[in-house]
């Protein structure tokens, strides 16, 4: 299965520029972990509410006043549309990393897969087996 079944398409963007503290207050209203950093729909980076605690206020910085271009993630992996559910999880345990920006042929944001994503689609296949076992022994 490709992973396109699986993306977030609903994801915030912010560019390189924004503060962290604005990062921050956008994840908190639409309660997610992560940002893509973009510019003009390309993105350049990921930042993740853990980067802004272990980069910023665990040392000191003020959130207002540091960009999250200077503490993203700048050199995020990338994984096409089209790319198998298996490679997904492939690409994730060789970089120690929970989330995977997607993009289009072009390099343009698409969305992003988590391994939660992952995760639950596996549950949901493995219930499918666990049911159809169970089903089978009726007959």
């Not at 912010?14 to 209203?29: I, Q, T, Y």
């Amino acid at each position: 299965m490709h992973i396109n079944h699986l993306i977030k398409r609903d994801i915030e963007t912010l560019p390189p520029d924004a503060s962290c503290e604005d990062a921050a207050r956008l994840m908190k209203e639409r309660e997610i972990g992560c940002i893509v950093v973009s510019v003009d729909d390309e993105p350049v980076g990921i930042l993740t509410d853990r980067d802004i605690v272990t980069r910023v206020v665990a040392v000191g910085d003020t959130p207002n006043e540091v960009s999250i271009g200077d503490v993203m993630s700048d050199t995020p992996i990338f994984l096409g549309e089209d790319r198998s559910v298996d490679r997904a999880i492939q690409t994730m345990n060789e970089n120690t990393i929970r989330r995977l920006i997607v993009v289009d042929d072009e390099g343009l944001l698409e969305g992003v897969v988590t391994l939660d994503d992952i995760l639950e689609f596996v549950s949901r296949q493995i219930s499918r087996i666990v049911g159809s076992t169970r089903i089978g022994r009726l007959y």
